[in-house]
Structure formats: C-alpha cells, structure tokens
C-alpha cells in the first residue's frame, strides 16, 4: 500500500513540478510568458480588492512573485512527493495566492466563452486544494508507529 501512496503523491505533485520546470526555463531576465499573463490580471484582481475592501497591495516586481511561485511549487512538490506534510502547505500557500488571481471568472458575464474555461480552472484548481487539504488531514489524524522496545533477554545460567 505505501508504494501506491507514493505513486499517488509522485502523480499529483508532477502538476505542481512540471508547471514549475516549464515557468523556470522560459523564465528569463523579464519573468517570460508567466509574468507578462499574470501582470494584467494581478493589476486587474488588486484594483478589485481595493475596489471591495479598502486594501491596497503595495508595488511588487511581477517576475518575483512568478519567482516565488516557481519555488513554491517546485520545492512543495518535491516535498509532497515525500509525504511531507511542510510540501503540502506549500503548494497550499501557492493554490491560496494564484487560485484567486490566475482564474478571474468573477471578471466576465456568464455567457462569455472566457467566463467558462476560467470558472472551470478554478474548480480544478480548487479540486486540488481540496486535496491537499484531505492529504494534510489524514497525515495528521493517522496514528504514527511506536517502536517497540525489545525486553532484554535474561541470562540463564
């Protein structure tokens, strides 16, 4: 059963890793492609907040949050991989930040043909969050193994 478990979480987490790779070798001195599709929407989704809460973001550079979203699910899916419940929380904390961000259905009519691929990234997106969520649960609720002490064998004799 362990080896199915990690084919499970070697699946799963080659999501998280594979975008990481491809995000990392277009990369460049710019960001690449991740930054240039994730600067509108990231001006779109603060100018949002603003708009409903009062909360203004402060000023960042794009290619770093596409930097740290490449090491968080780079190294969180090398962690999962592992059953480490720190790689969970790690791809957790970049599903919270991009989910909202990246699928911005809540942008569009409902009868545009963008509301619908977005709205259904989002509940794939959310599908795994779920996921990592039930992953985090039973790691923490299954009992770890006690070794056991051999009892020193007495001396006859």
Sequence with gaps: MAFITFIGRVLFASVFILSA???FNGFGTDGGAAAKSLEPKFHIFSKHVLSHTGVKFPEVEIKLLVAAAIALKGVGGILFVFGSSLGAFLLLLHQAISIPILYD???YDVEKKEFNQLFLKFT??????????????????????????????????
């Design 21 to 23: 790779w491809q995000e």
């Design 105 to 107: 259905f809540y942008n």
């Design 124 to 157: 794939q997106s959310l599908a795994l969050f779920g996921a990592l969520l039930f992953f985090i649960g039973m790691k923490n609720s299954t009992p770890r193994r006690q070794l056991r002490k051999k009892a020193p064998k007495t001396k006859t004799g």
